[in-house]
């Protein structure tokens, strides 16, 4: 939608001008008008994604997204796929946000209802970002379509005419935010097929034997997470389905050895502190604990699991390291 002009008639600066000045949509520059940063808020929202794709576990993840949409983010209604700035942005809300979507979908409100659907109450839209030109002259005026409309070619020069984008923010909602929508809307892509796993059985003997020597729920069945939970009753480890992991199987012990140090470190055991978000250092110090713990214990029954994968997944938690000369040293030992 294009900024209403102001209801002043034009420049009236030099009212002896022979020359009929075209009408202008303001007096004011239009750079200097109060305006929402959508630059900023878009590399906000970036940045608040990332931050969470690093608190779970994404950067480590070896396994199939059961249901989940790979292709580019796309609206069903159009058919068109979102470009540019949008295209990261979705995706990344779909891959890392909050809510957990499992379909790359994205359409308006209004979309939603044309196509005979609603939005489910309380659901939070995902902005985006809509470019269009618009004309400014050389001091920064703008000048409306109307205004453009009785201009000549050289009063255009005259004036320095020039076209800008303008962004403009408008919201879109996840097909799983909303109801009723046609049934292939709601249609998963096909899906990765899974592969039977050869089980190693000392490391199926120690998940098992851990888990109920310290009491730990385990639970090993679809899900498109791997994570421990401190705060339920009994504490509770949760993996994805060893059919999910490719048929590698030092991927999945990898990812349960993780998750098991985790588990170590219970109030209840241990007692590590585990701090609250990343960019904690105590969050930090725990992963490069659990990191360290996994690529003990897997090298220890002889699971061959390339090292690079676990530098790689320490360099994230580089800060801790900078913060602290002997942090390694610690989390080393406590692992």
Request: hydrophobic share 35%; charged share 25%.
């Amino acid at each position: 939608m294009r900024r209403s002009p102001h209801s002043c008639g034009g420049d009236t600066s030099n009212k002896h001008s022979t020359e009929r000045r075209p009408k202008v949509a303001t007096k004011k520059k239009y750079q200097n008008k109060p305006k929402e940063d959508l630059c900023q808020m878009v590399t906000d929202k970036i940045v608040s994604l990332l931050e969470t794709q690093l608190k779970t576990d994404a950067p480590r993840r070896q396994w199939i997204m059961l249901g989940a949409d790979a292709g580019p983010a796309r609206n069903p209604a159009t058919k068109n796929i979102y470009r540019g700035i949008n295209q990261f942005l979705l995706s990344m809300e779909m891959m890392f946000g909050p809510e957990g979507f499992h379909l790359n979908r994205w359409l308006t409100f209004k979309q939603t209802k044309e196509k005979g659907g609603n939005v489910i109450k309380g659901s939070k839209s995902t902005p985006v970002l809509f470019f269009k030109p618009i004309r400014l002259d050389r001091d920064g005026k703008y000048y409306s379509e109307e205004a453009l409309n009785s201009m000549s070619q050289g009063q255009r020069q005259a004036i320095g005419l020039h076209k800008i984008p303008m962004a403009k923010k408008y919201a879109v909602f996840n097909v799983s935010q909303c109801e009723n929508l046609p049934d292939a809307f709601y249609e998963a892509p096909p899906q990765e097929p899974l592969s039977d796993m050869q089980q190693d059985d000392r490391a199926e003997d120690l998940l098992i034997r851990a888990t109920e020597r310290m009491g730990v729920d385990l639970q090993i069945k679809e899900s498109n997470r791997a994570f421990y939970d401190c705060a339920a009753v009994p504490d509770r480890i949760v993996l994805p389905l060893r059919e999910q992991f490719r048929g590698a199987a030092e991927r999945f012990y990898s990812t349960a050895m993780h998750e098991l140090s985790h588990a170590t470190g219970h109030k209840s055991r241990l007692a590590r502190t585990f701090g609250k978000a990343h960019g904690d250092i105590e969050y930090a110090r725990e992963e490069v604990v659990a990191e360290l713990s996994s690529a003990y214990v897997t090298s220890h029954m002889g699971i061959e699991m390339p090292i690079t994968e676990n530098v790689e997944y320490i360099r994230g938690w580089l800060s801790l390291l900078k913060q602290d000369k002997k942090a390694i040293v610690s989390c080393a030992s406590a692992a």
